[in-house]
């Protein structure tokens, strides 16, 4: 095995461990120009490298903000945003080796959660995190999907230009809210590379944004994409959904109606929207608005289990009480009751017995203790147990994250 150190990265190593991550994403090599604009967006504060001497080989990052819980609390998370390993030396410990650092630098600073995206689903579930949002990807047909009557008109939407898109979407980000479990803050590092070079002068992305009656409530960014061929001149172009987020079921039917209204597009193509987005039976025919997929989103992963339980809420049920077991962070392991008035540890015996990755599925409530007991995922010790399990973790609103990092 290759002999290799994992430590903090200094300020001096930032971009040579952005150049490892990129290469191992498969994307262009940090050239001044690119690291000009993604450099603001990679401090070397939470990032730890894997270097064979000097030289870095691997690179875990993470970022600080919060995220919304079921129930309404937000708590603060760490975000992983960048994991790769160096073509040459994956398969060797290297990542095993980063990721348990980084989780016992999450324990250390107190981060109840951390959740990602993942690029590879297989990799994640052995270092706890579990799949705890999903998200589909719509083809909405034009111009035949047409709202019904029954769904009101209010307020309006105008286009920014992109000074105004850099400029305005963070704070109106901030007053749309986190409203549903699994949505995260933005902080101010993730705006310039994840949004602001998409949409300034230099982008290819244009934002519209709905005002209602008491101001700006949603706003829409999305892409022209020309499929114009030979074989279908007159296929048109279609829209790319990127980032769609409304204050609430008025703000963001406007902001359909206003995709669908664009001229000379034969589609709108929309991935990652809430699961139980209802944009489908707001059109006078469902079909045209075709679920193409529906895919892992948000993974999560508690890091002290006793304060994410706590954290969030739970409806009326008699309480359960869960064994967790957590290989890389040993002090999470034990009992805890989980009930209507709360999640506390306890010695009482237990009723189901999970690992942390299963919890992490649990957890925002996408996932019933049913249907991950029937996965083989929970061990019933009371099968009375799981309807019980089933009331206290559901929610209304499916979880959604709706934000890329």
């Known amino acids: 095995m290759t002999a290799f150190d994992v430590r903090p990265i200094t300020e001096e190593e930032r971009r040579s ?3 490892v991550l990129r290469r191992a994403l498969h994307t262009q090599r940090v050239t001044d120009e ?3 604009k993604a450099g603001v967006s990679w401090p070397a504060a939470h990032k730890f490298g894997a270097f064979d001497g000097e030289t870095p080989i691997g690179i875990v990052s993470a970022y600080d903000t919060e995220i919304a819980v079921p129930g309404g609390k937000t708590v603060p998370v760490a975000a992983v945003e960048g994991v790769g390993v160096r073509a040459d030396r994956t398969r060797r410990g290297v990542l095993s080796a980063m990721m348990a650092v980084q989780l016992k630098d999450f324990a250390e600073r107190g981060l109840p959660l951390a959740v990602l995206h993942a690029s590879e689903p297989t990799i994640y579930g052995r270092f706890g995190y579990g799949s705890a949002a999903l998200g589909k990807t719509l083809q909405v047909a034009r111009p035949a999907a047409r709202f019904h009557e029954r769904v ?16 305005e979407m963070p704070a109106l980000y901030r007053r749309i809210g986190l409203h549903r479990p699994g949505m995260i803050g933005r902080p101010e590092q993730w705006w310039p590379i994840s949004h602001d070079r998409h949409v300034g002068r230099d982008g290819d992305r244009l934002v519209a944004v709905h005002s209602g009656p008491d101001g700006d409530d ?12 030979f074989e279908s001149p007159d296929h048109g172009a279609v829209l790319d959904v990127h980032d769609l987020h409304a204050a609430g079921p008025a703000a963001r039917a406007a902001l359909w109606r206003f995709l669908l209204s664009v001229d000379l597009v034969s589609a709108v193509y929309a991935r990652h929207r ?22 892992d989103d948000l993974w999560l992963r508690p890091v002290d289990v006793a304060a994410a339980l706590a954290a969030r809420t ?52 996408q996932w019933s203790a049913t249907a991950l007991a029937d996965a083989g995922r929970i061990e019933v ?25």
């Open 17 to 19: 461990t952005f150049d």
């Open 34 to 36: 690119v690291w000009a």
């Open 152 to 167: 009101p008109v209010v307020g309006d939407v105008r286009l920014l230009t992109p000074e105004e898109a850099v400029k």
């Open 218 to 229: 949603g706003f829409v960014v999305y892409a022209t994409v020309n499929r114009r061929s």
């Open 274 to 295: 809430p699961v139980d987005e209802p944009l489908a039976v707001s059109l006078t025919d469902h079909r045209h608005a075709a679920t193409l997929a529906v895919e």
């Open 314 to 365: 739970y409806r009326a049920a008699e309480p359960v009480v869960v064994a967790v077991t957590d290989r890389l962070l040993p002090s999470n392991t034990g009992h805890y009751e989980v009930g209507p008035d709360g999640a506390r540890r306890t010695g009482t015996a237990a009723d189901l017995a999970l690992d942390v990755d299963t919890l992490g599925m649990l957890y925002l409530g």
């Open 381 to 405: 010790r009371d099968p009375a147990a799981v309807a019980r399990a089933d009331e206290l973790f559901t929610t209304v609103a499916a979880p959604w994250c709706g934000t890329h990092f």
